[in-house]
């Protein structure tokens, strides 16, 4: 026989196991539903979760894209991951770690390779306006140059200036949520606001960026960081540099001009580690893609749980279909067929069981992306990697638990068969 006849014969008994597994399906409605679903939300997980995870994974880039390619960070500690800490100085030794300050900002300013250096810190705190008072907003104190990093713009007024950093100016901008809440229908600009108590001029709208996190962001007002640290009730020690370096330096020299200077400043000898941790955003990405790698991963071990259950199905529903073909399967081998030919078309039977519940799954999960793109920040999107994930697992999933039942027929005598009633 021909190759191309061969394979003839194959695809016609693939389209013959196809067509009487959907005769299964029918015949045998509740078990069939069992193994659909089980399938169905294995896939679904996988589908939804590889969604959502690409959607974050995109936002998040797209985030530290608006901060500039070169733009990297001082912190006074960082461990990619997840850390393990009860507090004390052994599991938490980033607690020796001295506190970042505004002088040692200062310093990285004036390095050759350094265009610019931002600081920050932050709280939360109640902002009231007259009768409206809201208990939670966030308050962050910046340097004068911190729209260089953060992006986006000012709807309306301006940001402070050197001048008034250096006074501690009672001067504050508002993002576009806080105004509408403090503020509907008025022209925010040049109106006293209270944050903790204390009286600010607002002097600035700001709209931030779109991105993962914009929709839905908490209310914010920004304000001197001179002024944040008489007026807000915060925890010290965690403030964070952002620092650009010049057109003409790479990443790499200027994050080597940072460590330097500030060994040399904090008085550290060439053995000693960092007492501060200098971050690029690859490795941030890379951080966070770990992280989210690891959380998936969690996700498809649950997932397998409902392949599971469609694996069960497909054992009880192709031995039922033995059991009822007994008689067809000795004549089929009366007539020639050999074991391989039985097995082959009882595990095609079984594949297309659990491939159905896999498009059910696919469907299910594309509506969650679609559903979570359009009604929250999150740019899901269903990646080709996790539809070819889906099939294989459905199909895959099939075939092993299909094996013993599509054995068991290949086994069977023909003369015991046909006297099978």
Do not use: C
Request: glycine share 8%; hydrophobic share 50%; no cysteine.
């Amino acid at each position: 026989m021909s190759l191309l006849a061969q394979a003839a014969a194959a695809l016609a008994r693939m389209v013959e196991g196809v067509g009487i597994a959907f005769d299964s399906v029918r015949a045998s409605k509740g078990r069939a539903a069992l193994t659909i679903l089980g399938v169905a939300i294995g896939v679904m997980v996988v589908i939804a979760m590889a969604s959502m995870i690409t959607g974050i994974n995109r936002g998040v880039t797209t985030q530290l894209e608006t901060l500039g390619p070169k733009t990297f960070f001082v912190m006074r500690f960082f461990q990619g991951g997840l850390n393990v800490s009860d507090g004390s100085d052994e599991l938490s030794p980033w607690r020796r770690n001295p506190h970042l300050s505004v002088e040692e900002a200062e310093m990285i300013r004036r390095l050759p390779r350094i265009r610019e250096v931002t600081w920050r810190e932050n709280a939360g705190g109640p902002v009231s306006y007259r009768d409206v008072k809201l208990t939670q907003v966030q308050i962050l104190g910046y340097s004068p140059t911190w729209l260089l990093v953060n992006g986006g713009i000012l709807t309306a007024g301006r940001s402070f200036t050197e001048l008034e950093y250096a006074a501690s100016a009672p001067v504050a901008v508002v993002n576009d949520k806080l105004a509408e809440q403090l503020f509907p229908g008025l022209d925010p600009i040049d109106r006293r606001i209270k944050i903790n108590g204390y009286p600010f001029t607002v002097i600035g709208v700001y709209a931030e960026p779109a991105n993962l996190f914009s929709e839905g962001s908490q209310s914010q007002v920004m304000i001197p960081h001179s002024a944040f640290q008489k007026v807000a009730d915060y925890w010290r020690g965690w403030m964070e540099f952002a620092v650009i370096p010049t057109a003409e330096a790479t990443v790499a020299e200027a994050q080597d001009e940072v460590i330097a200077a500030l060994r040399q400043r904090r008085g550290l000898r060439p053995a000693e580690d960092n007492n501060f941790a200098v971050i690029s955003q690859d490795r941030l990405l890379e951080t966070f893609n770990n992280l989210t790698s690891g959380f998936f991963l969690v996700m498809l071990a649950l997932s397998s749980v409902g392949l599971m259950v469609g694996g069960v199905g497909v054992v009880a529903i192709m031995m039922i279909s033995v059991t009822e073909r007994t008689r067809e399967i000795g004549v089929r081998k009366a007539l020639g067929a050999t074991r391989g030919e039985i097995m082959f078309q009882f595990l095609v039977e079984a594949a297309t069981l659990t491939l159905i519940g896999g498009l059910v799954g696919m469907a299910l999960g594309a509506l969650i992306a679609f559903a979570v793109s359009n009604l929250t920040p999150i740019p899901a999107a269903v990646p080709l990697w996790s539809v070819a994930v889906a099939v294989v697992a459905s199909t895959v999933t099939g075939i092993f638990f299909g094996l013993y039942p599509a054995r068991k027929a290949s086994r069977l005598d023909p003369v015991e068969a046909l006297r099978f009633e």
